[in-house]
């Protein structure tokens, strides 16, 4: 047998490292210039594997990131769309007049900033904390777990649009249930209030939102628990460890790397969440509720200022780059100090 | 692991929240869709009081629904298809090969991930706009557009996910079919693709959910004749009237594809997780 000893095949005979020793193989006795093709075959073999990935990835995200980040140094207005390379150089212009915060376009970026941070913290708490509970209590065999567990995927099952169009009229004012269950049969407002506008459409939103992610957490983490040696319980047991003990000392450390992706995933798909509340509101968010991604697409496709837009995008996307390096550089100091 | 007392209560009550709060808007929708226009207009009520199934017929008229559906079956099809070869040729490389800039090529496509839909929406729409004006082909408000969008919005996690799967296959599999006389190639579609048969069912659902579930780029990308489900629905509600029993109706009917596709296949999903993700 001509297996390599190596548990990966990069170092065998599928070897694409041009510094590594020739492998033997059946096909090593072969003429000079047979062997160089085999070779070159070889070396180029992964390259064309990747090479669709790769195209499409540079056509959708690369290049257009690219060209977004040009669009944010020049005036790209309605007047420019069809002939966008005769717009006029901004400079700076479309940076300063989005972190001008005593300008009214800077103003709203930072409320809407702010917004959109204090969402998605307590949307990822809720969502993780949410999911972790039904994992934790679904573990063990009863009655009824196939279907509940079945059921609770259904949200995250749903079209986005069709779940939360649900919610919207669950929120109305007149017709909706939440005003029905509040006001007509538990009496806790004297006057019906509204949801989907106002102070109110923030905890909407954040109940729309927990109600689709959590069971994303869930699923997760069940998958998760199932990675967990049962012996580990079971030696536990032995040491007469209860049920709580078990929980803080061989359920939660052993999810750690699971946690550590879960929540990054999280806080990143739902600080760029724009479907939700696109449909839970419309093209303009209330003020309470103006999330981020609503806000740049309103101030891009509602005003038609692709500038301004862009370098929005640009500043989001820096912010975003440095939160996903500060945490990765702590989780995994955290991981190798352990 | 003995289960104290006390934990029957916590997972009664616990679940039992749970499920009511997934449920609610679940039900809503499944009422609503058989009141008739004035119960879903007026005070909710909890049963329907009269029963009619006139909201499922005459959605389709309200707004051209059947044609919406056509366009998302097709995008979605194509789209999720298309991925799922794609990151299956690219997680085999990732996983199988060592070649110069793998760590680059995995980094760069898993970084998209956290780019903002809104980021690249305005150069895209740009792009395609000039692209079609320049070569004439149609790309903005064409499906063809949209296909190629979706099929690289699931292609970073369907790459991930795939990689981690590949991983857990013994490479002594695809060394034993190599010693029987196949390439890396035929290894790959005679060893490596039967075995993780549930990580790719696992990602062809995700790609096909996430293509049919998108707004942003839809509500951009297409004009009447490409207009796929996630804007279609808006339709109905019109200046005048906002057909709440049609809503729901259409949104039950669009709902049933996915969530039935989602439920029977699920476990292959958790497999994938399992084997692959979260490993």
């Given at each position: 047998?001509?297996?390599?000893?190596?548990?990966?095949?990069?170092?065998?005979?599928?070897?694409?490292?041009?510094?590594?020793?020739?492998?033997?193989?059946?096909?090593?006795?072969?003429?000079?210039?047979?062997?160089?093709?085999?070779?070159?075959?070889?070396?180029?073999?992964?390259?064309?594997?990747?090479?669709?990935?790769?195209?499409?990835?540079?056509?959708?995200?690369?290049?257009?990131?690219?060209?977004?980040?040009?669009?944010?140094?020049?005036?790209?207005?309605?007047?420019?769309?069809?002939?966008?390379?005769?717009?006029?150089?901004?400079?700076?212009?479309?940076?300063?007049?989005?972190?001008?915060?005593?300008?009214?376009?800077?103003?709203?970026?930072?409320?809407?900033?702010?917004?959109?941070?204090?969402?998605?913290?307590?949307?990822?708490?809720?969502?993780?904390?949410?999911?972790?509970?039904?994992?934790?209590?679904?573990?063990?065999?009863?009655?009824?777990?196939?279907?509940?567990?079945?059921?609770?995927?259904?949200?995250?099952?749903?079209?986005?649009?069709?779940g939360v169009i649900t919610w919207s009229f669950l929120l109305?004012?007149?017709?909706?249930?939440?005003?029905?269950?509040?006001?007509?049969?538990?009496?806790?407002?004297?006057?019906?209030?509204?949801?989907?506008?106002?102070?109110?459409?923030?905890?909407s939103?954040?109940?729309v939102?927990?109600w689709?992610?959590?069971?994303?957490?869930?699923?997760?983490?069940?998958?998760?628990?199932?990675?967990?040696?049962?012996?580990?319980?079971?030696?536990?047991?032995?040491?007469?460890?209860?049920?709580?003990?078990?929980?803080?000392?061989?359920?939660?450390?052993?999810?750690?790397?699971?946690?550590?992706?879960?929540?990054?995933?999280?806080?990143?798909?739902?600080?760029?969440?724009?479907?939700?509340?696109?449909?839970l509101?419309?093209?303009?968010?209330?003020?309470?509720?103006?999330?981020?991604?609503?806000?740049?697409?309103?101030?891009?496709?509602?005003?038609?200022?692709?500038?301004?837009?862009?370098?929005?995008?640009?500043?989001?996307?820096?912010?975003?780059?440095?939160?996903?390096?500060?945490?990765?550089?702590?989780?995994?100091?955290?991981?190798?100090?352990? | 692991?003995?289960?104290?007392?006390?934990?029957?209560?916590?997972?009664?009550?616990?679940?039992?929240?749970?499920?009511?709060?997934?449920?609610?808007p679940?039900?809503?929708?499944?009422?609503?869709?058989?009141?008739?226009?004035?119960?879903?207009?007026?005070?909710?009520?909890?049963?329907?009081?009269?029963?009619?199934?006139?909201?499922?017929?005459?959605?389709?008229?309200?707004?051209?629904?059947?044609?919406?559906?056509?366009?998302?079956?097709?995008?979605?099809?194509?789209?999720?298809?298309?991925?799922?070869?794609?990151?299956?040729?690219?997680?085999?490389?990732?996983?199988?090969?060592?070649?110069?800039?793998?760590?680059?090529?995995?980094?760069?496509?898993?970084?998209?991930?956290?780019?903002?839909?809104?980021?690249?929406?305005?150069?895209?729409?740009?792009?395609?706009?000039?692209?079609?004006?320049?070569?004439?082909?149609?790309?903005?408000?064409?499906?063809?557009?949209?296909?190629?969008?979706?099929?690289?919005?699931?292609?970073?996690?369907?790459?991930?996910?795939?990689?981690?799967?590949?991983?857990?296959?013994?490479?002594?599999?695809?060394?034993?079919?190599?010693?029987?006389?196949?390439?890396?190639?035929?290894?790959?579609?005679?060893?490596?693709?039967?075995?993780?048969?549930?990580?790719?069912?696992?990602?062809?659902?995700?790609?096909?959910?996430?293509?049919?579930?998108?707004?942003?780029?839809?509500?951009?990308?297409?004009?009447?004749?490409?207009?796929?489900?996630?804007?279609?629905?808006?339709?109905?509600?019109?200046?005048?009237?906002?057909?709440?029993?049609?809503?729901?109706?259409?949104?039950?009917?669009?709902?049933?594809?996915?969530?039935?596709?989602?439920?029977?296949?699920?476990?292959?999903?958790?497999?994938?997780?399992?084997?692959?993700?979260?490993?």
């Open positions: 047998m001509v297996v390599s000893a190596t548990s990966r095949p990069g170092g065998g005979r599928g070897s694409g490292d041009p510094g590594g020793p020739p492998p033997p193989s059946g096909a090593g006795r072969g003429r000079a210039t047979a062997r160089l093709s085999v070779r070159l075959r070889r070396v180029g073999l992964p390259y064309l594997l990747i090479l669709p990935a790769l195209v499409l990835e540079l056509l959708v995200h690369l290049i257009p990131m690219v060209i977004g980040i040009g669009m944010s140094f020049i005036k790209l207005t309605q007047f420019y769309i069809r002939n966008w390379s005769a717009a006029p150089s901004a400079g700076w212009s479309n940076y300063h007049l989005a972190v001008d915060f005593n300008g009214p376009v800077g103003r709203a970026l930072l409320h809407s900033f702010f917004v959109t941070i204090t969402f998605t913290v307590v949307t990822v708490a809720l969502s993780w904390f949410l999911g972790m509970a039904g994992a934790v209590l679904m573990q063990g065999e009863f009655r009824g777990r196939g279907f509940l567990r079945a059921l609770f995927l259904v949200p995250y099952a749903l079209p986005v649009y069709a109305q004012r007149e017709s909706g249930l939440i005003n029905h269950v509040l006001v007509d049969q538990l009496h806790l407002f004297s006057d019906k209030p509204f949801w989907l506008i106002g102070q109110n459409s923030f905890f939103i954040i109940v939102s927990l689709r992610w959590w069971p994303f957490a869930f699923l997760v983490l069940m998958a998760g628990l199932q990675n967990i040696p049962q012996d580990l319980y079971e030696a536990s047991a032995i040491d007469g460890a209860g049920w709580t003990r078990q929980l803080r000392k061989i359920t939660l450390p052993m999810l750690r790397p699971v946690n550590q992706v879960l929540v990054l995933v999280l806080f990143l798909w739902t600080f760029n969440d724009f479907n939700t509340p696109y449909v509101f419309g093209k303009t968010a209330p003020q309470e509720a103006d999330l981020i991604s609503i806000h740049i697409y309103q101030s891009s496709f509602v005003t038609w200022n692709f500038g301004t837009g862009s370098a929005m995008s640009v500043l989001l996307l820096l912010f975003l780059l440095l939160v996903t390096a500060v945490y990765l550089l702590i989780t995994s100091r955290r991981r190798s100090d352990a | 692991m003995r289960d104290p007392r006390w934990l029957k209560w916590v997972r009664i009550i616990g679940l039992g929240l749970l499920g009511l709060f997934t449920v609610l679940i039900y809503v929708m499944i009422t609503s869709s058989i009141k008739p226009l004035k119960d879903v207009q007026g005070d909710f009520h909890w049963i329907p009081t009269t029963i009619t199934f006139s909201a499922f017929r005459d959605m389709w008229s309200t707004v051209p629904l059947a044609h919406y559906f056509v366009n998302s079956l097709i995008v979605s099809t194509i789209a999720s298809v298309i991925s799922v070869v794609v990151a299956i040729f690219a997680a085999y490389a990732v996983s199988r090969f060592k070649f110069a800039g793998r760590r680059v090529f995995s980094i760069t496509v898993l970084s998209t991930q956290m780019f903002p839909g809104i980021l690249f929406l305005l150069p895209l729409f740009l792009i395609y706009v000039n692209l079609g004006s320049a070569i004439g082909v149609d790309l903005y408000a064409s499906r063809t557009g949209l296909i190629i969008t979706y099929l690289t919005f699931s292609l970073p996690f369907s790459i991930w996910m795939l990689v981690g799967y590949f991983d857990s296959i013994p490479v002594a599999l695809d060394e034993a079919a190599k010693v029987d006389g196949s390439g890396p190639v035929g290894a790959l579609i005679r060893v490596v693709i039967p075995a993780a048969t549930p990580g790719i069912i696992a990602v062809l659902i995700y790609a096909f959910m996430s293509a049919w579930g998108e707004v942003l780029f839809a509500s951009v990308m297409t004009d009447e004749s490409s207009r796929t489900l996630a804007v279609g629905l808006q339709g109905y509600a019109t200046q005048n009237n906002v057909y709440w029993n049609q809503i729901m109706a259409a949104s039950l009917v669009v709902s049933i594809p996915v969530v039935a596709g989602f439920l029977l296949l699920q476990r292959y999903l958790v497999q994938g997780l399992t084997a692959g993700a979260v490993k």
